[in-house]
């Protein structure tokens, strides 16, 4: 059998090389002789130790080429190159993520999907127990409702990935787990469309998440998040949950933090009940009180832009969405959609004009603070908490005011 395949991808190579980008003839057979073989290799092997038939590995290989218009690419016979990072560009502060324009017209939009699929998410609600706002909030960040174009051959852009990308071998078992996805007969490959990073569908799952988390709710045999507004929602809510959503809490509240609670308390580690806040001066904005069940519960100081925006008493559902996409700001994003489909009222603390500085500025600055001996999270160029707190702790230290942002 396994010559039978060897045969196959010979016998296609001709074919390859047609879909192949205008690259001279000569490099363009030798890319793809040299993916063939990574095909044959590393991905076929793994595959059929997977389950994935002999036949199923033949019919979905067969004449497949490297997609090499896709970014972040490099040498194959080379070692990983990280994605390029242009430190020269300026940092974006987040205020500019929280358009007034965007949000209403996804609330709008959301509003009219809810009343579509109003008995379809209360079903997933009982099930899950991730409220549907969420679910909506998401839908919508990940792929405008659905309505987003994912243009992409999925298997091809993940064998490209784990053939010349970075994270090579990460990428190899998503390119199984893909072959995986298509044995089960879920989706055709022609209808198995991917973002250019691989990530599948409305809700934008990577393979191997598909494998674990999504979920056939319109019951028809097949877990369908490409067309299927029910498999999409609640392989979202499925996910959600697998990661730790609480049920009956919120994500987070937007608050008043007074100057006597350092803005350097920020961050998921540094938590305490609710009711310590409280007792320490912090109050929900427009003097609405904390849920009384939220109280006893932990909470966690966030400011996104430090002293300069809006800060929030963040729960552990934030950082719940945080698993779907490490960013304090696609959380925050969310979180906010979520709670406008229930007043389509903006943030009550306003986004100052802050000081920006070039990528290359801010990692210059971090890669000083972790000469200190600091903890910034990483030298990325990048002001995530640990750095925003790390800046409040100087500030401090200084004698100065801390903002926990750029100075």
């Given at each position: 059998m396994q010559r039978a395949l060897t045969v196959i991808f010979r016998l296609s190579l001709i074919a390859a090389l047609l879909a192949l980008p205008s690259l001279p003839a000569a490099a363009q057979q030798g890319l793809q002789a040299k993916f063939s073989s990574f095909l044959e290799t590393r991905i076929v092997p793994a595959a059929r130790e997977a389950g994935v038939s002999a036949s199923v590995i033949a019919r979905e290989l067969k004449g497949l080429s490297p997609d090499t218009s896709l970014p972040g690419l490099g040498d194959p016979d080379g070692p990983e190159r990280p994605p390029s990072v242009n430190y020269q560009s300026e940092f974006r502060a987040p205020g500019g993520y929280f358009r007034d324009s965007q949000f209403n017209a996804l609330v709008n939009r959301g509003w009219a999907l809810a009343r579509t699929h109003q008995d379809t998410l209360a079903r997933i609600e009982r099930k899950y127990g991730v409220?549907?706002?969420?679910?909506?909030?998401?839908?919508?960040?990940?792929?405008?409702?659905?309505?987003?174009?994912?243009?992409?051959?999925?298997?091809?852009?993940?064998a490209t990935r784990a053939f010349m990308g970075d994270r090579r071998d990460f990428f190899a078992k998503e390119t199984v787990a893909a072959l995986q996805i298509l044995a089960d007969g879920h989706i055709s490959r022609t209808e198995m469309k991917s973002s250019w990073g691989g990530a599948l569908g409305q809700p934008q799952f990577l393979p191997s998440s598909f494998l674990r988390l999504a979920v056939d709710f319109d019951g028809d045999g097949k877990r369908d998040i490409w067309r299927s507004v029910p498999d999409t929602l609640a392989s979202i809510a499925n996910y959600l949950a697998w990661y730790g959503w609480v049920k009956g809490r919120d994500w987070g509240y937007e608050a008043v933090i007074p100057a006597s609670v350092s803005c350097s308390r920020e961050g998921p580690d540094r938590g305490q009940p609710i009711l310590a806040w409280v007792a320490e001066g912090v109050t929900r904005v427009k003097d609405r009180p904390f849920p009384p069940h939220e109280l006893p519960q932990p909470g966690f100081l966030l400011m996104p832009a430090g002293r300069n925006g809006p800060a929030f008493i963040a729960t552990d559902n934030f950082y719940v969405l945080k698993a779907y996409n490490e960013s304090d700001v696609y959380a925050l994003f969310v979180g906010h959609l979520a709670d406008r489909y229930g007043s389509n009222s903006g943030f009550v603390q306003g986004w100052k004009d802050v000081k920006t500085r070039s990528r290359g500025a801010v990692r210059k600055l971090q890669l000083t603070l972790e000469g200190k001996g600091h903890d910034v999270g990483g030298a990325d160029g990048l002001i995530g908490f640990k750095t925003r707190r790390t800046l409040g702790f100087e500030q401090e230290k200084a004698g100065r005011r801390a903002t926990c942002w750029l100075e």
């Amino acid at each position: 059998m396994q010559r039978a395949l060897t045969v196959i991808f010979r016998l296609s190579l001709i074919a390859a090389l047609l879909a192949l980008p205008s690259l001279p003839a000569a490099a363009q057979q030798g890319l793809q002789a040299k993916f063939s073989s990574f095909l044959e290799t590393r991905i076929v092997p793994a595959a059929r130790e997977a389950g994935v038939s002999a036949s199923v590995i033949a019919r979905e290989l067969k004449g497949l080429s490297p997609d090499t218009s896709l970014p972040g690419l490099g040498d194959p016979d080379g070692p990983e190159r990280p994605p390029s990072v242009n430190y020269q560009s300026e940092f974006r502060a987040p205020g500019g993520y929280f358009r007034d324009s965007q949000f209403n017209a996804l609330v709008n939009r959301g509003w009219a999907l809810a009343r579509t699929h109003q008995d379809t998410l209360a079903r997933i609600e009982r099930k899950y127990g991730v409220p549907s706002r969420i679910l909506l909030a998401i839908w919508a960040r990940e792929s405008g409702y659905g309505g987003a174009r994912i243009p992409h051959d999925a298997l091809r852009t993940l064998a490209t990935r784990a053939f010349m990308g970075d994270r090579r071998d990460f990428f190899a078992k998503e390119t199984v787990a893909a072959l995986q996805i298509l044995a089960d007969g879920h989706i055709s490959r022609t209808e198995m469309k991917s973002s250019w990073g691989g990530a599948l569908g409305q809700p934008q799952f990577l393979p191997s998440s598909f494998l674990r988390l999504a979920v056939d709710f319109d019951g028809d045999g097949k877990r369908d998040i490409w067309r299927s507004v029910p498999d999409t929602l609640a392989s979202i809510a499925n996910y959600l949950a697998w990661y730790g959503w609480v049920k009956g809490r919120d994500w987070g509240y937007e608050a008043v933090i007074p100057a006597s609670v350092s803005c350097s308390r920020e961050g998921p580690d540094r938590g305490q009940p609710i009711l310590a806040w409280v007792a320490e001066g912090v109050t929900r904005v427009k003097d609405r009180p904390f849920p009384p069940h939220e109280l006893p519960q932990p909470g966690f100081l966030l400011m996104p832009a430090g002293r300069n925006g809006p800060a929030f008493i963040a729960t552990d559902n934030f950082y719940v969405l945080k698993a779907y996409n490490e960013s304090d700001v696609y959380a925050l994003f969310v979180g906010h959609l979520a709670d406008r489909y229930g007043s389509n009222s903006g943030f009550v603390q306003g986004w100052k004009d802050v000081k920006t500085r070039s990528r290359g500025a801010v990692r210059k600055l971090q890669l000083t603070l972790e000469g200190k001996g600091h903890d910034v999270g990483g030298a990325d160029g990048l002001i995530g908490f640990k750095t925003r707190r790390t800046l409040g702790f100087e500030q401090e230290k200084a004698g100065r005011r801390a903002t926990c942002w750029l100075e």
